[in-house]
């Protein structure tokens, strides 16, 4: 299942935008931190959650990511950490969806 996900995941971003994404994980010490700096940067109206259009605009704007592909990276996070439903990832949801996005299971 990693390894699908993972071939997806390169099918999706260019060279390019993967190269950004692991010169960030790299810098970042742990998921927490990774966390912490994806709420801090992208919870733009300070709720403490991230909503679908924050991830795409961290992705987007932070990331530089297409447009596309922040908006599939978007998606794919609600859908992997969304466990209430609500559209939006708490601190916990953004946590499951982090795992998952950096294959930790």
Do not use: H
């Not at 190269?19 to 709420?39: A, G, P, T, V, Y």
Request: one cysteine or more; glycine letters at 6%.
């Amino acid at each position: 299942m990693k390894i699908l996900a993972i071939i997806v995941v390169c099918v999706i971003w260019s060279t390019t935008d993967s190269q950004l994404i692991r010169k960030l994980q790299r810098r970042s010490d742990s998921l927490e931190n990774l966390r912490r700096m994806l709420l801090e940067l992208g919870d733009t109206d300070n709720d403490g959650k991230m909503s679908g259009e924050e991830i795409q605009d961290f992705f987007r704007y932070i990331m530089n990511l297409s447009p596309e592909n922040s908006l599939l990276t978007a998606l794919q996070f609600i859908k992997d950490g969304d466990m209430n439903g609500d559209g939006e990832l708490n601190e916990s949801e953004l946590l499951t969806a982090l795992r998952i996005y950096r294959g930790i299971s």
